[in-house]
């Protein structure tokens, strides 16, 4: 399989139509149509499904979509960073991790190295751990900053001096929000709006005291800006950290942290043995001196 081959493949895929993706690919239609073929026969498996109006994808497809773009993807960075001039230091750092105000001491780092490197560049993915871990172990990021508890034995890492507090997003009018902090049995009865990634986490679990089916959950969320949105809907309350949404002035909503108190440190993570470009690992550096 050739990397000309995926990058095709990408086009038809995208365009929905061997034709579309020839004019794009300045291919000519048969051309195209025999390569895509000859990768089916190669692979082994379909992976078009060929319509009258539209080529839509097989399970294969989908499979080998997400797979090709993450190859030309990781070969366009591996590239950038080839071709750097080495007089000079500039690139591309690439940096996962979910919503925290503790993404400020990254900021600085990063804006100290923009500094004395102007030409360096940073690209920001947010998700969660499962995904940014993901990432990180196909070469996609550089960096994954992890919310604990996860499990960081396969990757060198730095902990981060912060923490982030778990508490109660509601709407100001709701009576929970009269109280100064959340217990447990206040949350019994409402209905909660939960992090995916605290979903099974023993943390929070073992807070709630208990089991997620027992609790009476009406949505999930990987970012806690859609979940706020939720909130001021009235569709229930959000547990999550502090400091993300702002809930001053005139907005509608507050927090109000958990009690007994609960909070998750940070950690900025890497691939053992990895081999950074020149600007990440100023940027790793800067970081630990900030520190």
């Not at 499979?63 to 591309?92: C, M």
């Not at 900025?268 to 020149?278: D, G, H, L, S, T």
Request: hydrophobic share 40%; net charge neutral; proline share 4%.
């Amino acid at each position: 399989m050739e990397l000309r081959e995926l990058k095709y493949f990408l086009a038809v895929a995208r365009e929905q139509s061997i034709s579309k993706a020839a004019k794009v690919l300045y291919a000519t239609q048969p051309n195209l149509s025999r390569q895509m073929q000859n990768l089916e026969k190669e692979i082994g498996k379909q992976l078009f499904i060929r319509g009258n109006k539209k080529i839509t994808l097989t399970e294969t497809g989908q499979l080998l979509l997400k797979r090709a773009e993450e190859i030309i993807e990781l070969y366009n960075q591996t590239e950038a960073e080839l071709n750097a001039p080495i007089s000079d230091v500039s690139g591309d750092i690439y940096i996962g991790g979910g919503e925290s105000y503790v993404m400020e001491l990254i900021a600085k780092a990063a804006h100290s190295v923009r500094q004395d490197y102007p030409n360096v560049k940073y690209h920001i993915f947010s998700g969660d751990s499962s995904t940014v871990s993901e990432k990180l172990d196909k070469g996609l990021i550089d960096f994954g900053i992890f919310i604990e508890p996860f499990d960081l034995s396969k990757y060198d890492y730095l902990r981060l001096p912060l923490y982030d507090t778990w508490g109660v997003l509601m709407r100001k009018d709701d009576p929970l929000a009269l109280k100064d902090f959340i217990m447990p049995e206040d949350l019994w009865d409402k209905p909660i709006i939960r992090s995916q990634q605290s979903l099974g986490k023993s943390l929070i679990t073992d807070w709630f005291r208990k089991k997620s089916e027992e609790l009476n959950i009406v949505a999930t969320y990987n970012l806690l800006y859609n979940a706020s949105i939720l909130v001021e809907q009235g569709l229930g309350i959000a547990v999550g950290l502090d400091k993300i949404i702002n809930t001053s002035g005139n907005s509608s909503l507050c927090f109000r942290p958990l009690y007994p108190k609960l909070i998750s440190h940070l950690d900025i993570a890497w691939k053992k043995y990895q081999v950074f470009p020149k600007c990440a690992e100023i940027f790793i550096k800067r970081l630990q001196e900030s520190l």
